[in-house]
């Protein structure tokens, strides 16, 4: 049995985070640099999570190596010139997540890079030559490398069919150009045929599309919702959570961010272990370590987490079973 944790989710004003505290320090020491797609609060644990690896490895901020981080804000048109800013300041290592992966490929493929929790196949993405042997200049971990985002999928849509044992049409609302949305759209229909369930695709090209794509997607009689943890719909979760409120119909996803921001169950890898195995390459890295020398590593710790109040809203009666497997139950 998954150790329980019962959130209190107040919805209050979130606690300041000192931006100096990001600053880079020591100009003289190596330099770690993290670009983010989302803001500073959003991330804030994340980013605490690879400052913990780091330290974790033997290194000490300030002594050791100096660490910086630019955020997106999740407008990811920043991402490419923030990269290059971050690229100027001549860092020992680069650290990037979802879409920032993307950018680095893009803008600075030589630059060494520590990518984690990233969703798409890295040997496909073009990022490394194997898992065992990266063989370039990137290296890190993956959400699920042994048995892809099928046996991911249909781990999470069991457990949601607990929540939902009557669901015959499912919406997957994601984005067109999406890399893992692309995965989960194939992964679910794959998995529905053994569950029961009509896939119907909602996918949207901007954010601006996202109202009229829940309101087709009600129309057309979807009973649940999958939202994709696709990074553009990911770093602007209010705006997405707003409308699956408002839609009123039982919701999953990926990551456990989604469940507390509202989502009634997701289940994906532990991001926050998944950050600080990243600290750790990334100190190895600064130790002198070549990234192609680094296996890919798969995530270990995974989380399901159910959202109580939100199936008390919804009327869903959530199994004393699923409670007790559950590594967050958010009240």
């Known amino acids: 049995m998954r150790r329980r944790e019962f959130l209190q989710l107040a919805g209050g004003a979130a606690m300041a985070w000192p931006l100096p505290a990001l600053a880079q ?25 690879l400052r913990a690896g780091i330290k974790e490895a033997g290194l000490v901020e300030g002594t050791h190596y100096a660490f910086t981080v630019r955020f997106a804000d999740g407008n990811f048109e920043r991402l490419p010139d923030l990269a290059k800013e971050l690229d100027a300041l001549k860092p020992r290592v680069f650290v990037a997540s979802g879409a920032a992966v993307r950018t680095m490929h893009q803008v600075l493929p030589d630059a060494p890079l520590v990518f984690t929790s990233f969703a798409a196949d890295p040997i496909a993405f073009g990022l490394v030559q194997s898992y065992t042997h990266p063989g370039g200049n990137a290296t890190g971990n993956v959400m699920n490398a042994v048995g892809g985002e099928e046996s991911l999928t249909e781990k999470r849509i069991g457990f949601f069919r607990e929540l939902t044992p009557k669901l015959t049409r499912l919406a997957l609302i994601g984005t067109e150009a999406g890399v893992l949305t692309v995965a989960e759209q194939n992964a679910l229909r794959r998995v529905a045929p053994r569950f029961g369930f009509e896939l119907t695709p ?45 839609a009123q119909r039982p919701s999953v996803s990926t990551y456990t961010d989604w469940a507390r921001a509202g989502l009634l169950m997701t289940y994906s890898a532990d991001l926050l272990d998944d950050f600080r195995r990243a600290g750790i390459y990334a100190a190895k890295i600064v130790q002198g370590a ?9 995530a270990s710790k995974f989380v399901l987490a159910v959202n109580v109040r939100t199936a008390r809203q919804l009327g869903i009666g959530v199994p004393q079973t699923l409670l007790a497997l559950a590594d967050e139950v958010i009240e």
């Open 25 to 49: 320090k020591g100009a003289n020491l190596p330099l770690i640099a993290m670009l983010v797609p989302g803001g500073a609060e959003f991330a804030r644990r994340r980013v605490e999570a």
């Open 202 to 246: 909602y996918l949207v090209k901007t954010l601006d599309g996202l109202e009229n794509a829940f309101s087709t997607a009600l129309r057309d009689g979807a009973q649940s919702l999958y939202i994709s943890g696709d990074s553009i719909l990911f770093n602007n979760m209010s705006q997405v959570t707003a409308l699956v409120a408002a």
């Open 290 to 298: 070549k990234p192609g020398d680094l296996p890919v590593e798969q």
